[in-house]
């Protein structure tokens, strides 16, 4: 069982920036992808961002060359740098880790609100 809490949602205007936090804890040894999905009013969750544990990274097409996913291994910590919001970016974020040999996220956190908005 893996464990995941985000961090760093608020309220930001369009053009700031805000970095969400997604600590693991339990059978992280288990994982071998984390993932940032968001969901916003009315629509699908989607993928936005993932990172490997071989520390590949792929992105979301609307949000590449804005957000940075990164982890600090140390932490047990997967972070989303995201620079240039627009209004579209709002949404509720979750991390989510997929295990190794699965082909879905089987753990996900309780998600954090991002609001971009003047």
């Known amino acids: 069982q893996v464990q995941l809490v985000e961090s760093g949602g608020g309220l930001v205007q369009p053009g700031g920036s805000l970095r969400l936090s997604c600590a693991a804890s339990g059978s992280i040894f288990s994982i071998d992808a984390m993932g940032w999905y968001r969901q916003a009013p009315g629509k699908q969750r989607e993928l936005v961002a993932v990172i490997t544990s071989g520390g590949s990274t792929n992105y979301e097409d609307s949000v590449k060359g804005r957000f940075t996913i990164s982890r600090d291994n140390a932490k047990n910590t997967v972070y989303l740098q995201m620079n240039s919001l627009k209004p579209e970016d709002t949404a509720v974020y979750y991390c989510?880790?997929?295990?190794?040999?699965?082909?879905?996220?089987?753990?996900w956190g309780q998600g954090t609100q991002v609001t971009v908005s003047s």
């Open positions: 989510a880790a997929r295990g190794v040999m699965a082909t879905t996220y089987a753990s």
